[in-house]
């Protein structure tokens, strides 16, 4: 049952320390960790991960995720790994308003707080290359890896490029 008073700061926060516990409810179940500035740090949720089928005999490919950060700071992602693939890198498609756009490899990209991050060929995407040969459908596991949040594995589908 929740109680009808005001959400209050407990542990270190609102008494000028960093970190602490806000409490939403009296079940205790709603509990947040507050960052050093009192906010709720991020939270991570991914899916719709999906994966280019390799051209011929390439063994390049491109994947795409939807990630979104619920949570109430920014986050980072760092990087991708997954045991189907020899090299994942992460990757920003760059227009130079000339007509002649850029592809280059980037160490990190932003997850804003409140904000979600839709992947595709024309912005993020994820450089990989595939161990063994793939066909449309199957099902590969992607890693995403944050600055400040835990690991979130996302099941990713092999997709025809035109798809």
């Known amino acids: 049952m929740a109680s009808d008073r005001p959400a209050r700061a407990r542990g270190g ?3 000028g320390r960093p970190g602490g516990r806000l409490r939403g409810g009296a079940g205790g179940s709603d509990d947040l960790d507050l960052d050093r500035r009192g906010r709720c740090p991020p939270q ?3 899916g719709n991960g999906r994966v280019f089928l390799p051209y011929g005999k390439s063994r390049d490919t ?3 995720f939807d ?3 619920i949570g ?3 986050d980072q992602l760092t990087g991708v790994t997954s045991p189907a693939v020899e090299d994942a890198r992460l990757s920003r498609h760059r227009s130079s308003g000339l007509g002649a ?3 280059g490899m980037t160490g990190s ?3 804003s707080a409140g904000g979600t991050l839709t992947m595709s060929p024309f912005d993020v995407s994820v450089m ?3 161990r063994t040969g793939w066909k449309a459908g199957d099902i590969v596991p992607f890693v995403l890896h944050f600055r400040h949040s835990p690991p979130v594995t996302v099941m990713t589908v092999v997709v025809r490029p035109s798809s």
Do not use: H, Y
């Open 13 to 15: 926060a609102g008494r």
């Open 44 to 46: 991570i949720a991914a």
């Open 62 to 64: 491109a994947a795409f």
């Open 67 to 69: 990630i979104t950060n």
């Open 72 to 74: 109430g700071a920014d």
């Open 101 to 103: 756009d850029t592809m």
């Open 109 to 111: 990209v932003r997850i």
């Open 128 to 130: 990989a290359r595939t």
